[in-house]
């Protein structure tokens, strides 16, 4: 659970002035255990800075992450790595190329001075679990395929038996063939072993059939989140429309301009005013660029920060 996380970045040197790039806006967001959530929105909108601070790697500025109800700073660093694992985008850069197989599934264990044949053994099974073939395990990272080296980093996070895996961009790097492979991986991995997995992708069809619920992040904030169906069938916000306008069929090849998403993503050191997503909106008023949206709730379970949402009647639009 994060509270009211805000996570500001001093950017510029030498001659520029500093200035602060807010990549975090105030993010409340909760994932229910062994649930999944879909995180999504355009490279720069914070994702990664998140993914970043649930792992532990950086501080909020302010606000507070909670992980099993206490503050995430309570945990030292080898209970956060017991409890969170990652399972990062590029499976290339990630393996140390002068280990084998085993010894990098097997070294989380290692830090924490476990090792012999029961380790080794555990190894193996994992291996299996994740569909690495047996020879592979001597193998050397420069000999597997982008795929199976993914394999190797989900096993590598999972033998410490984590709770959480937070998966940033776990298939971007790999091949369209493999990708579904990898996600159908996860999927049976998370439902297995009851895992609460964060999947953050740009893409909302790599999320589609994972996540349970989906959040839908701009610029630093959460501009919607609910229950994936209700994203999926009945999205409120523009933005969301315009990300599944990009990936569902049969709408796939509508060129930007027709997602109404033809103006350049924004700087996160000088946000747009108001509704951040007003200069690239195609439902935005004058009111939209001058005041940010409230986050509202459509139901329990979804909400979302607009003006002028889908489905909202015209007497219920705020009169402008
Ligand atoms: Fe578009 Fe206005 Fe809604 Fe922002 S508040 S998404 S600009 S309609
Ligand atoms: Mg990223």
């Not at 995180?39 to 970043?52: D, I, P, R």
């Not at 990062?88 to 264990?109: C, G, H, K, W």
């Not at 991995?189 to 989906?214: C, E, F, G, P, Y």
């Not at 690239?280 to 008023?285: S, V």
Request: proline share 7%; net charge neutral.
């Amino acid at each position: 659970t994060m509270r009211g996380v805000t996570r500001d970045y001093s950017v510029g040197s030498g001659f520029a002035r500093k200035q602060t790039l807010r990549a975090l806006r105030g993010v409340d967001l909760g994932v229910e255990r062994g649930k999944t959530l879909g995180l999504v929105g355009e490279s720069g909108c914070g994702k990664s800075t998140l993914a970043k601070i649930l792992l532990g790697v950086e501080e909020p500025t302010s606000g507070e992450v909670l992980v099993g109800g206490k503050p995430i700073q309570s945990y030292d660093r080898i209970e956060r790595a017991r409890l969170i694992q990652p399972v990062f985008q590029d499976p290339y850069s990630s393996l140390n190329p002068r280990m084998t197989v085993e010894a990098i599934i097997a070294a989380p264990m290692r830090v924490r001075g476990e090792g012999g044949r029961s380790l080794q053994a555990k190894v193996h099974e994992l291996a299996g679990e994740v569909g690495l073939p047996r020879h592979l395990v001597e193998a050397y990272p420069s000999q597997l395929s982008g795929g199976q080296r993914q394999r190797v980093a989900i096993a590598r996070a999972l033998i410490g038996e984590p709770e959480i895996l937070i998966c940033d961009e776990p298939t971007s790097a790999l091949d369209v063939s493999v990708q579904s492979q990898i996600l159908n991986l996860l999927h049976n991995l998370k439902r297995q072993l009851n895992l609460t997995m964060i999947l953050i992708s740009h893409n909302l069809a790599v999320v589609h059939h994972l996540a349970d619920d989906v959040a839908v992040m701009y610029l630093g904030q959460i501009v919607e989140r609910g229950p994936s169906r209700d994203i999926f069938e009945a999205a409120r916000h523009p933005y969301s429309d315009a990300l599944l306008k990009a990936v569902l069929p049969p709408r796939a090849g509508v060129r930007l301009p027709e997602m109404g998403l033809e103006a350049e993503f924004p700087s996160p050191v000088n946000p747009p005013s108001g509704c951040t997503f007003h200069p690239r909106c195609q439902k935005a008023r004058a009111l939209c660029a001058e005041q940010a949206p409230c986050r509202t709730d459509a139901d329990a379970e979804h909400s979302y920060r607009c003006h002028f949402p889908n489905n909202l009647k015209d007497e219920e639009c705020p009169q402008v």
